[in-house]
């Protein structure tokens, strides 16, 4: 079996890639008809975003009943055909399990709610200190994250929605159940797991209120969260060879990321992180507008690519999923460097140590949505927080302009297949407006010599010919340029030199400087070195090499003399 180090990912937010019967939303078997085209690209696994009974709140991820799809998604035979056709092609299918809360509507949280003291237990209900909430703990999205019990002076805890009510992971019956989910569709033929927001599951022993921030010190990478893990391995994936699960941490660390993806550790394959994609928010806070922050890009990615390398920690590598604004329009150009900053970013990430995951449109080059009213958003953390900006005073013009830079909706508009009226998503009125852009769609850009779906290709193609990208060393270099992120793979007596400019301005790079600073030459280097790049040649003249707007290529060296 290959690696998991050579496979990558590719997610599907399932309501906007395909609508294979006309109601406006994405299906299962709208995913079974893009499989020719994901086998394409060269993806091995197909992350979908969660396909279960839900009132759809959020997506999906508010899960009503573990054991059954939702209509609007489709069936379970339609998921039985996806998951044998994908498997035909080689290409497997995971699940997103999201375990930190169920939906209100869950049965569980009925009869918990209806005072069954079996259920009850499987939630976190506590008393209120007179008109207060047990703690004063915000939502993560926005409010107290803690919902009144009508007729009591009780409260259940919603780390999210108030629809998302927070597991009880202390109660080894509600474990159990857990376990018998992921066993059930292990059964199904799916080869692995996402499971959501799982670092927030243990919550500490006594609840308090934080005196300095939102209250999640006390439940991020919480007291018991690896002897839960390791139970949940143990008895599920753990027991199956060569199953991939990746454990989506929120506001984690890298020691905490360390022990989840160590496989001496026994707990997950690999683990998101989002500290580098905060760069752009002023003091913390996401619903503000600022430029990103470079030099702290770079500086996260290096502590995380070294910090993980160092303990043996897996990564996963990205940019985009359905919670971000589209790279392409957040740090590179949608406008007049589409291609070039599309191919630059997707260098930038994939050739780094981890597992590369590319989210349903990015190989094109989606851009953001480009919505002009609040009646266009459908998410509820951006209408939440419209309401809140608003009554915190902030003018509508300006609270639109946050959500254009911010809403997660941007990362959901419906998949741009082609330039027709309903862009081969949808012949109906989709359920979420597309992205108003023009001339971008799969089908143009694939039709185009130099499209970024081939560069995408090309980088999947060669994480599994090339080691030293899937299991090589990494070292950033030049750390001070202000443009350029640059790094160093090196297995045995190979060497990759990855460059990349963040940037419209043209600069240069010194490899003399490079060989000053990691002893290795790549002064020597020819248009026969490039691995890849996104403008084809090489402008260099002695040691210097002349960048160009978000240029970015891959120089490869093998010399016995090699430093690493
Ligand atoms: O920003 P962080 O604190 O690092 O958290 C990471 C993401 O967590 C949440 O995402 C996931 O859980 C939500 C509830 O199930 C769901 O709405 C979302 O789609 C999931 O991916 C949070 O909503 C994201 O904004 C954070 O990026």
């Given at each position: 079996m290959e690696s998991l180090k050579k496979k990558v990912i590719y997610q599907i937010y399932v309501k906007s890639f395909m609508d294979s019967n006309g109601d406006g939303k994405g299906d299962i078997a709208g995913i079974t008809m893009k499989l020719d085209y994901l086998k394409r690209l060269g993806a091995d696994c197909l992350w979908l975003t969660p396909v279960f009974v839900s009132p759809m709140n959020d997506n999906g991820y508010d899960v009503a009943d573990y054991y059954r799809i939702d209509p609007s998604f489709g069936t379970m035979e339609d998921l039985e055909l996806l998951i044998a056709e994908a498997k035909m092609r080689g290409l497997g299918i995971m699940l997103d399990m999201v375990f930190n809360h169920t939906s209100t509507e869950h049965e569980w949280f009925r009869k918990a709610m209806a005072g069954d003291p079996k259920y009850k237990d499987y939630y976190i209900f506590r008393k209120g200190r007179g008109a207060l909430p047990p703690t004063n703990w915000v939502s993560k999205f926005g409010g107290s994250a803690w919902e009144p019990v009508d007729g009591s002076d009780e409260y259940y805890l919603h780390l999210f929605d108030r629809t998302q009510a927070d597991l009880n992971w202390e109660n080894k019956d509600l474990r159990k159940e857990l376990f018998d989910v992921v066993n059930f569709w292990i059964k199904k033929g799916v080869v692995g797991f996402r499971f959501d927001v799982v670092n927030l599951i243990s919550k500490p022993e006594t609840f308090e209120d934080d005196h300095l921030g939102d209250g999640r010190r006390f439940y991020t990478d919480g007291p018991r969260i690896h002897e839960y893990l390791k139970e949940l391995a143990g008895n599920t994936f753990g027991r199956h060879q060569g199953m991939i699960t990746v454990g989506e941490m929120s506001s984690t660390s890298i020691g905490s990321c360390v022990r989840y993806s160590n496989p001496l550790e026994e707990e997950l394959s690999m683990v998101f992180n989002f500290h580098h994609l905060k760069v752009d928010y002023e003091a913390g806070d996401k619903w503000t507008l600022k430029e990103f922050d470079f030099m702290e890009l770079k500086r996260i990615f290096n502590d995380w690519q070294t910090g993980m390398e160092n303990e043996d920690g897996w990564m996963a590598l990205f940019y985009n999923n359905h919670d971000q604004p589209r790279s392409v329009s957040r740090f590179g150009?949608?406008?007049?460097?589409h291609k070039e900053s599309a191919k630059m970013l997707a260098t930038s990430i994939h050739l780094m140590r981890g597992t590369p995951y590319i989210y349903q449109g990015e190989e094109f080059g989606m851009p953001n949505a480009y919505f002009e009213d609040i009646s266009e958003y459908r998410d509820v953390e951006s209408i939440n927080y419209h309401d809140i900006l608003k009554s915190n005073g902030m003018p509508e013009a300006e609270i639109l302009e946050v959500l254009r830079a911010k809403s997660r909706d941007n990362g959901r508009t419906p998949v741009l297949w082609d330039d027709s009226d309903g862009h081969g998503f949808t012949s109906e009125v989709p359920w979420l407006p597309f992205a108003k852009v023009s001339g971008i769609s799969a089908e143009s850009d694939i039709a185009s010599t130099d499209s970024i779906f081939s560069h995408y290709r090309k980088l999947i193609a060669l994480r599994k010919e090339y080691d030293v990208i899937s299991d090589g060393t990494f070292r950033m270099t030049d750390m001070e340029n202000s443009h350029l992120i640059s790094y160093i793979r090196c297995k045995g007596n190979v060497s990759l030199l990855v460059v990349n400019n963040f940037y419209e301005d043209e600069t240069a790079l010194d490899l003399s400087k490079v060989l000053d600073e990691t002893d290795l030459d790549f002064r020597k280097c020819t248009q026969e070195s490039v691995l890849i790049s996104n403008y084809g040649d090489l402008t260099k003249s002695d040691d210097m090499i002349i960048i160009r707007p978000y240029e970015s290529f891959a120089l490869y060296v093998e010399d016995k003399h090699s430093a690493c």
């Open positions: 150009s949608d406008t007049r460097y």
